[in-house]
């Protein structure tokens, strides 16, 4: 299995710009999420899904968006590129198998919006 | 409202010496708490968790942690420290679903601490 992949790696956007960052998994994870990390501030959940075709906000949502049309793809749509948005954003799945599941992360993804 | 704290931005111990990272947290009820380390320029690991039992939880690379109920500590402890364990500690906090309600498995992390390990 390959787990939880993100792209791309890294990317620079200037202010205004859209893009989606792309998330999968091979799991068959029932549940996925999408945090940013910002410097000391550990991590922050964006929005998260239960399924396909369900998704509900998360910590931090705003000037995002996501869409969950299968099982194995969770992308994350930055609209309006704004500074505040740099940040390296993880994509993680579960499968949650009673309250005692762990999350699987994806490498990351660095952005940053100039 | 569930928190979490990790009181120290750094620890640094010598090679061969017991290392602890300490993590304190704050949530209704009985909670579910992890570790997850995060090496350079990769996404976080797994390494241990707490879910009932005994307090003494043991974990991947010789780590265990150990839950303290009356402190609302879950500190994550190594015998003897390796170079290689210097990387970025998580603790996370998630609250027991209630009976008829669900959590959907969302973590609260504490801002991380920083294990460094020297020769």
């Known amino acids: 299995n390959a787990g939880v992949t993100q792209t791309p790696k890294f990317r620079i956007l200037k202010i205004g710009q859209s893009m989606t960052l792309q998330c999968a998994q091979d799991?068959?994870?029932?549940?996925m999420y999408w945090y940013r990390q910002d410097p000391g501030m550990g991590l922050k959940l964006i929005y998260y899904?239960?399924?396909?075709?369900?998704?509900d906000k998360g910590e931090v949502p705003n000037g995002y968006n996501v869409s969950r049309s299968t099982t194995e793809d969770f992308p994350l749509r930055l609209e309006l590129a704004a500074p505040s948005q740099t940040s390296v954003y993880f994509c993680a799945s579960s499968f949650l198998a009673g309250d005692t599941d762990t999350q699987y992360f994806g490498p990351g993804t660095r952005l940053t919006v100039l | 409202a569930q928190s979490v704290a990790q009181p120290e931005d750094q620890v640094n111990v010598a090679e061969g010496n017991p290392l602890t990272v300490k993590c304190t947290y704050s949530v209704s009820g009985n909670p579910y708490l992890f570790w997850y380390v995060q090496y350079p320029n990769r996404g976080l690991q797994f390494l241990l968790k707490?879910?009932?039992?005994?307090?003494l939880v043991k974990g991947s690379y010789g780590f265990e942690a150990e839950f303290n109920k009356s402190q609302t500590s879950f500190h994550l402890k190594k015998p003897s420290a390796l170079v290689s364990d210097s990387a970025l500690y998580f603790c996370?906090?998630?609250?027991?679903?209630?009976?008829?309600?669900?959590?959907?498995?969302?973590?609260?992390f504490g801002q991380g601490t920083i294990l460094t390990v020297h020769p």
């Open positions: 899904s239960v399924g396909a075709g369900i998704t």
């Open positions: 996370a906090v998630r609250p027991r679903t209630n009976a008829g309600g669900t959590s959907y498995g969302k973590l609260t």
């Open positions: 707490y879910i009932t039992g005994d307090n």
């Open positions: 799991m068959n994870h029932n549940y």
